[in-house]
């Protein structure tokens, strides 16, 4: 089934709720940055939540969801819209080990210190940024962190990579998938965290037994309430906006004195896209046009 989130609310007892499923768009993730095995978990998770995060902002905007640590990971970026088109990188893609299961599971990886923020577009030009020290170092956990302490929220994230077997073969990155579950304003308290108790044994297990139907009926199992509305369902998928033309603004932005610097130094200019880890190179007749095209805007 392809990538998709869809989000609910149970009407009785005005409590939101969203799940995704992520398992195509973060192999993709791993394959473009040929990530060694914890940093593609990290980074699946890290992308799983982001598009978590992005289904609670207001149509056409963005979120940044950013991990700093002092471990060998060093840190993750994820960048998504509301339309649900996600992309991220981690800062080193080639840590193999982590720790046993429990909750020094990615202490390996994460170290001892390190901050969780996110970047909410408000729209209008407007951004607000809120962080939270890790403590859980579990993103899930920190992230539930973050909600109660940013927006004074109680919040229930659910967060699972698994591993599948084909043919004999192990897919770390087999099946993954998200879900957050949050009262309104008006919201039952005591239905929210009777719900949330009960996915935290419930999540995991179903996520393997029937992730592969899709995340509308995934949803359904876990949320199986008569009064759940099914409010939005859309694809989600690991897709980068960098291009050439982006590339070149960028050279022009720098100025006339640093492109004939480079020119004369370099030949050319490159560069590399930190998301999908393109490689452009713009070609000194390029830069020579650019540098006319400046002359010409400036005469």
Request: charged share 25%.
């Amino acid at each position: 089934m392809a990538d998709e989130l869809v989000s609910g609310l149970l009407k009785e007892t005005d409590l939101r709720v969203v799940l995704v499923t992520t398992s195509e768009l973060v192999r993709k993730a791993r394959e473009l940055h040929r990530s060694a095995t914890a940093s593609a978990s990290l980074m699946a998770q890290g992308l799983t939540a982001g598009a978590l995060l992005a289904s609670l902002q207001k149509s056409d905007s963005r979120v940044n969801l950013q991990l700093e640590c002092d471990g060998p990971l060093r840190g993750l970026f994820v960048d998504a819209d509301t339309a649900g088109v996600l992309r991220g990188y981690a800062k080193n893609p080639l840590v193999t080990h982590v720790g046993s299961e429990g909750e020094y599971h990615w202490r390996p990886a994460l170290g001892n210190k390190g901050f969780l923020s996110v970047l909410r577009d408000l729209g209008g030009g407007e951004y607000y940024r809120s962080a939270v020290e890790l403590e859980s170092f579990d993103l899930a956990g920190d992230l539930e962190r973050y909600f109660t302490i940013s927006d004074q929220l109680p919040t229930r994230v659910y967060l699972t990579v698994l591993p599948t077997q084909a043919n004999g073969t192990e897919e770390p990155l087999g099946l993954v998938a998200g879900m957050l579950l949050q009262p309104l304003p008006n919201g039952d308290q005591d239905a929210f965290r009777a719900l949330g108790d009960r996915l935290t044994r419930d999540f995991e297990p179903a996520v393997r037994a029937h992730a592969g139907q899709g995340a509308t009926s995934l949803l359904k199992t876990l949320v199986s309430q008569p009064d759940l509305e099914v409010m939005s369902r859309y694809p989600v998928s690991f897709t980068c906006s960098c291009s050439k033309d982006r590339v070149k603004r960028a050279l022009l932005s720098m100025g006339r004195a640093e492109l004939e610097d480079i020119l004369a130094k370099e030949g050319q200019a490159e560069a590399d896209c930190h998301f999908c880890t393109t490689h452009y190179v713009v070609t000194g007749e390029e830069i020579r046009e650019i540098l006319a095209g400046m002359a010409q805007a400036s005469s």
